[in-house]
T-cell receptor, first 112, second 115 residues
Framework: RKEVEQDPGPFNVPEGATVAFNCTYS??????FFWYRQDCRKEPKLLMS???SGNEDGRFTAQLNRASQYISLLIRDSKLSDSATYLC?????????????FGRGTSLIVHP | SAVISQKPSRDICQRGTSLTIQCQVD?????MFWYRQQPGQSLTLIAT?????????ESGFVIDKFPISRPNLTFSTLTVSNMSPEDSSIYLC????????????FGPGTRLTVL
């Protein structure tokens, strides 16, 4: 089983739609969780951290389910500019070392 | 936020040659990281560049193939040695946003094509 798994998509949705991505991780000792956004031919950029209590930033909501070992990203009222690849990142707790593991990303296409 | 630049932004190289990629940060950082992103794949950590000591390499990556320098707290280089077409990839450096935050800033990347 891969350490971090994401549905590669693409998710093809109309403007204004609500779309959700999940990401599962295999290491139950994982410590930190993030969603990054990567536009075509660009570097990844941090979208949001994922906290145990869940967190919201405008149209974006991230949640963590430790029992089932997955994190989710919900995008409401999708915009054309949301089209990108969304990378799930998990940092395991391993003797204090920091080795982030990236998922392959979920591709989102928002169309008019 | 940190401002990170990389040189070159892209290159096309011949098999068997080597390329050195530079990463410059506008502030002092403790840890710098080098990643590879192959076409259609996610990011894979190559190594952590430590100032004043040897880099720490991840499984599958060795110093002879990917020598790294870290002469100070704002600069690092990654060399891709004896290149083959399988080394064609995007190479990215990154730094922690805040010490211990585990949130990373990435440089713009170096797009390498090996013929």
């Amino acid at each position: 089983r891969k350490e971090v798994e994401q549905d590669p998509g693409p998710f093809n949705v109309p403007e204004g739609a609500t779309v959700a991505f999940n990401c599962t991780y295999s290491n139950s000792a994982s410590q930190s969780f993030f969603w990054y956004r990567q536009d075509c031919r660009k570097e990844p950029k941090l979208l949001m951290s994922v906290y145990s209590s869940g967190n919201e930033d405008g149209r974006f909501t991230a949640q963590l389910n430790r029992a089932s070992q997955y994190i989710s990203l919900l995008i409401r009222d999708s915009k054309l500019s949301d089209s990108a690849t969304y990378l799930c990142v998990v940092t395991p707790a391993s003797g204090g070392s920091y080795i982030p593991t990236f998922g392959r990303g979920t591709s989102l296409i928002v169309h008019p | 936020s940190a401002v990170i630049s990389q040189k070159p932004s892209r290159d096309i190289c011949q098999r068997g040659t080597s390329l050195t990629i530079q990463c410059q940060v506008d502030s002092q950082v403790t840890m710098m990281f080098w990643y590879r992103q192959q076409p259609g794949q996610s990011l894979t950590l190559i190594a952590t560049a430590n100032q004043g000591s040897e880099a720490t390499y991840e499984s599958g990556f060795v110093i002879d193939k990917f020598p790294i320098s870290r002469p100070n707290l704002t600069f690092s280089t990654l060399t891709v040695s004896n290149m083959s077409p399988e080394d064609s990839s995007i190479y990215l450096c990154s730094v922690d946003r805040l010490v211990g935050s585990n949130e990373q800033f990435f440089g713009p990347g170096t797009r390498l094509t090996v013929l």
